[in-house]
């Protein structure tokens, strides 16, 4: 898996969360609305998710591996630093 692309959108308001990002991956599948957000330990990305009727949330798409999620999140998180 190889992200092609990388969209980061800021957010123009007070709060944790700071940007949406956008990627591309292999040029082929394209996954939206991944949330940068400024938690207690800094920046990271929360995947898109949905509320369940419990209230609770689930991932939409998302890594099976920590490994790729790690790289995923530092290009992203690169792409953001890189508008500031």
Known sequence: MTITDIRVRKV????????????????????????????????????????????SFRDVAHPIDTGEREKMQSMILQKYEEME
């Open 12 to 55: 123009e308001r007070e709060g944790k969360l700071k940007a949406v990002a956008s990627i591309t991956i292999d040029d082929v599948f394209v996954v939206h609305d991944i949330k940068i957000i400024d938690g207690a330990k800094g920046l990271f990305i929360a995947m898109p998710s949905k509320q369940t009727a419990d209230g």
